[in-house]
């Protein structure tokens, strides 16, 4: 019987391993920690946001600023609804949350790792914890994988190490190309006094706009005790990786809380002004913002306590500015902990993507993270993993 190795027991590792009949493999998993699936066992808060309830391919696509051409044809041979399918003949019921993303029902990733673990060991997959791969050699149709204390034999490899530096360097030794990884999906770090105090505070359609790099996001946005938040700040944060890398995360925000324009902002501020002339401008309640906000930015402002009437037109013009284009210095990136990827790994140039494997050596495959493929929060990064991993489950079990 023909030996194949996947390496690492992360949520790729497995999904194949989960896949591949016991008939036609001898399997067995390499991991180096001590304990399977760490960070599915993390993920989502803890219940696994497992996909996304998108089920056109073409569509899904757009969700990955890299590999999206790529995935293409990935997703036509397995897609969100295949995964529902998968899981529920294993006796898993998924939910489709208001948002589409996607939980099992018991809200527990820990219903996942079961159902990985029971279906490993149906089909008989050795898993060796503790089993960190350090060295692999590539003899004529045979692989020599080294780890710590052993040393292993087979036909056929899988790289299923997630964002491992380790793996890459082995990987580049090889001849693969590693296009250099940069952390993706992060909140940015802000101490502008207008937003001191604020957390908590959200701008359900707020405009964010990077103008050195012309980049710009819609979204709802969340202030943090630590600056901002919100799938606004995820998606510019994916979109621009590797941009916000480059620029040591130092750079200017601009920021329109209302998503309406200046002029508009204005017109409704004389409005106001000729209908209540008498009210306090701190009063005032225009496009839905909270009083907290609405005191920061007058304070911001220097727009002391004063009847509408009072406003000058400088005033208005100034706050129609703050609403519109508040420009925020960011001075750092802080992690997301619902969900955070790698963007970089292997160079998808390098991968046949019918059947994920190497187009440099035969009988080398990649699937998840290792890749230079990486979505926006959702449940589409384990998406790609199921997908990836399920092709070349599908290749193996037909040779
Ligand atoms: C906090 C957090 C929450 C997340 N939540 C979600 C979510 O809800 N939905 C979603 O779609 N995505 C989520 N993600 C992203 C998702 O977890 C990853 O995209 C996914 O786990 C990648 O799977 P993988 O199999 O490629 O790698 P991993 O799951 O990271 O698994 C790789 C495995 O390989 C092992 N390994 C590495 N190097 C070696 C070596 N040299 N030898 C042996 N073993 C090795 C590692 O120990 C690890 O167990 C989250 C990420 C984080 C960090």
Known sequence: MK?????????????????????????????????????????????????????????????????????????????????????????????????????????????????????????????????????????????????????????????????????????????????????SLFTFICNDPLLHNLQGISFPEAEIHISSIKIKEFGPLLITHWGLSGPAILKLSSWSARELYKMNYKFILRVNWISDTFDNAREELIREKEKHPKKSVYTLKIYNLTQRFWNNLLENLHIHDKNLADLSKKDINKIAESLTNTQLQISGKNIHKDEFVTAGGVDLKEVDFRTMQSKLIPNLFFAGEVLNIDALTGGFNFQACWSEAYIISQLLNSI
């Open 3 to 183: 030996k194949l190795i996947i390496i690492g027991g992360g949520a790729s590792g497995f999904f194949l391993a989960s896949n591949i009949h016991h008939s036609k493999w001898k399997t067995i998993i390499l991991e180096q920690a001590k304990k399977p699936l760490q960070k599915l066992k993390i993920s989502g808060g803890g219940r696994c946001n497992i996909t996304h309830a998108c089920f056109s391919p073409n569509k899904l696509v757009k969700y990955y600023p890299r590999g999206s051409k790529e995935l293409v044809s990935v997703f036509n041979y397995f897609q969100p609804s295949d995964t529902f399918e998968w899981f529920l003949q294993k006796g898993v019921n998924l939910k489709i949350e208001n948002d589409n993303r996607v939980f099992p029902e018991s809200n527990s990733s820990q219903t996942i790792i079961d159902t990985f673990i029971q279906q490993t060991k149906k089909e008989n997959i050795e898993i060796h914890y503790n089993s960190s791969v350090i060295t692999i050699k590539k003899f004529k149709d045979k692989f020599e994988v080294i780890t710590t204390d052993s040393s292993y034999y087979a036909d056929t490899l899988v790289i299923a190490t997630g964002s491992s530096m380790k793996m890459w360097k082995i990987l580049n030794q090889l001849g693969h190309t590693i296009i250099p990884p940069v952390p």
